[in-house]
């Protein structure tokens, strides 16, 4: 992830508090792997200012049906929908639920 | 007067020894540790580079659709019997390239060392056109000294010391080392495709009259850093006497505009000859080797390219620039890959009562996905292509069990060096004309972006459409 | 699971970008702390 967004993202947890932080992601593939991992064990490319810093925030992706269906319907179908049809939804399901079991059993 | 295109240019310069001034390179080589080590380790040699299938494909040597067939990685299949010359492009080396920025600079910029030449042999016909004497040449110490007093920046040839580019103010950003050489690397990479331009068209040089800049490089000072014109320096550098111009400024959408604006200054009869001309983008060097080197590939991203499109009056043979099914991405749309591509691609076609699958080809960002994939970044033209798949299918147009089909037939595989503007669309242009003129194909339809939100003045995204008919 | 939250939206240029993931959560009842579009190329 951008050294920029890794910089915004560490002074808002310092700002905010973890608990009340939720992160929500709009890519694809890989880039939700690369950045899911970001934010919870840290910078997987050890470049930036999260590498080796374990935020352990929330995170979702807005296509999950678990975040879908929480949106106003007529906005997401006039917004997001389309790209269900676009981006690989069961990809970033599995990326997503691994790092969820993961995230578990560090605990 | 009905515009068309005449002709269609693709050129790429290795330059293996600039990675390092690439602005992710640059900013990493700043940090402790072995980056720039690690990177020159995985440069690769020109014949590696030429006989690359994305840049086979990028000269004309291949057709697009045949990389699929290519096992991947495309780095490790070199394909045999490369030559570095295409049907609408070349390859060139670093040494030559180095000649052109010494013929570039007017301003003493470059200093290279007395003692280094050129490859006697390495330049094609358009290179040499351009090449001069040799500019102002420094004594050996003279280049250490600017090189150690920070105002100059190394250039090196194969890992070895042979000159240096210097600041022109110390204070004035605009005028830096780097920002200057970028700039040179712009106007040198540009006047080599307009070059080429001119002799694979049999256009002769005098009877250019306005070129259309769409490189990426802004060109200023302290008090107005993109004034611009890059334009008229390549037109000066190429040697047409008689051509004004001016730059198009739209990220990487301005390849697309430059050809919607010179259509229609030719349709109007302003001009009778406009030339679009693309430099090469300096600072997307090595924009993703630190990826590269991670995944122990070769760093992939060490061409610099450039684009050139002879847009004139109607000539009897050529496909037409069709204006009418021009598209735009106006600022109350949604900036969202849907609300581009309907503005784009399904408002222009409805006007003209047109389908989707009714145009041949699209043309989207035709990045190399072998450049963005390791780095996390997709396969650009195929998200593209499943965008404008999945509208077709939401309008009806298709059944959504068509969809991959559609991609299939209507796309094509990504072979675009990753330099913002150049993988617009538009490198396909030459082989469209190709087929256009072997009467294999009708129409094709050449989408760019833009990403304005990255300059923070507007949240929007961008974008520009043409159509190519025969 | 948004309701009072601070969302901090990373969106994407030919994915979802961030404005829209901010129109939609804020609409979800969160409040948008961060909101960004990255763009791969």
Redo the contacts between chains.
Sequence with gaps: ??LD?QT??KQ?VDA?GME????????????V???AET?TSGDP?W?GPLAGVSLG?PVYH??EE??RT???AD??AE??Q??E???DVGQIENTLAELRRNQAKRG | MVPVLRAAVNTLVHVPDLVRYGSKPFREAAQPGSFLADLKARLRPFGEVAAYPPHQAFIGNLKPEALADIPSPWHGHPLPGASHQGPFGEILDQGTFYSLLEKADQFGLLMLDPGWSPPANGASAAARALMGAAGKRGAREEILKRIESGEALPLEDRGALIGCVRRDHEEDESLAARVLLENMAAKASGAHALRLLLEKAHLPAREVDYILSCSEEAIGDRYNRGGGNLAKAIGEMAGCPNAAGVDIKAFCAAPVYALVHAAALVQAGVVRNAVVVGGGSLAKLGMKSHRHIEKQMPVLEDVLGGVAFWVGPDDGASPRLNLELAGRHPSGRPSTPQGVLEALVCEPLARAGRKLRDIDKYAVELHNPEVTLPAGAGDVPLTNYRTLAALAAMRGEIAREEIPAFIRSHGMPGFAPTQGHIPAGVPYLGHALAAMRAGTMKSAMVVAKGSLFLGRMTQQADGASIVVES | MFEGKKVIALGERDGVPGPVLAECLQAAGSEVVYQTTACFV
């Design positions: 992830m951008d967004n915004t993202i808002l905010h009340n932080l939720v992160v929500v992601l709009g890519m694809n593939g890989e880039g792997r690369i950045a934010v490319s470049a925030l807005i296509l678990q975040v929480k949106l106003p906005l997401y917004k997001v389309l790209m049809m676009v981006l």
